[in-house]
């Protein structure tokens, strides 16, 4: 079971780039990385999945080193709106025990 | 489509009574899975089905703790008796198969248990 290692909280201010970094040592060969968004009282949901390099889409950029035992979600320009805990997942397609972890907690400020 | 719906989305007992937590997944995917929140615990998986069979129940905390999947557009969380720690958000999500890829799931609104 590959678990993953975030920061608890970051801070940031409107506007600005902000990078989450997640450490995976043990990740497999068929593993995926996927980043989840919680906003308070809701349930989580997906904002990107890759396997290696760089993968972008019209909310976040994930960018996956090549020994894969990292990634860094990147978010641009972020917003009030922004302000959530933030999951990185590793996992095989067949689901075996997906782990959200404690996830990092981001607050943007004004 | 309406999502991942679940019912009731609080819910107040008192320990001891028998807790029913419902799920209906969106339509065509083929995996449903529960979860647990608290702030002392974090996200936990409880069990996930595939194609309304159980796949992986070693979450589920204890014996008072069941989950049925009688077909593809429903499923239920019991909790007899419950009890104070079980209080938490339970959540539902769904998802289907994709080849090449894990697959994203679909979170419900959750479900606030207070037990008292």
């Known amino acids: 079971l590959a678990k993953t290692t975030q920061p608890i909280s970051m801070d940031s201010y409107e506007g600005q780039e902000v990078n989450i970094t997640c450490s995976h040592n043990n990740i497999a060969t068929n593993d995926y990385i996927t980043w989840y968004q919680q906003f308070p009282s809701q349930g989580p949901r997906f904002i990107i999945q890759g396997y290696k390099t760089k993968v972008t889409n019209e909310v976040a950029s994930l960018f996956i080193p090549a020994d894969r035992k990292s990634s860094t979600l990147s978010l641009p320009r972020v917003s009030l709106s922004d302000t959530a805990v933030y999951y990185c997942?590793?996992?095989?397609?067949?689901?075996?025990?997906?782990?959200f972890g404690s996830g990092t907690k981001l607050n943007v400020k004004p | 489509d309406a999502g991942v719906i679940q019912s009731p989305r609080h819910e107040v007992t008192e320990m001891g009574q028998e807790v029913t937590l419902r799920c209906k997944p969106i339509s065509g995917h083929d995996y449903l899975f529960w979860y647990r929140q608290t702030m002392m615990r974090g996200l936990e998986l409880l069990i996930y089905?595939?194609?309304?069979?159980?796949?992986?129940d070693s979450g589920m905390p204890e014996d008072r703790f069941s989950a049925k999947m009688p077909n593809a557009s429903f499923s239920t969380l019991k909790i007899q008796p419950s009890e104070p720690r079980d209080s938490a958000v339970y959540f539902c999500?769904?998802?289907?198969?994709?080849?090449?890829?894990?697959?994203?799931?679909?979170f419900g609104p959750g479900t606030r248990l207070t037990v008292l």
């Open positions: 089905f595939n194609n309304n069979v159980p796949i992986d």
């Open positions: 997942l590793v996992g095989q397609y067949n689901f075996n025990k997906f782990y």
């Open positions: 999500a769904s998802s289907s198969y994709r080849k090449g890829g894990t697959d994203t799931q679909y």
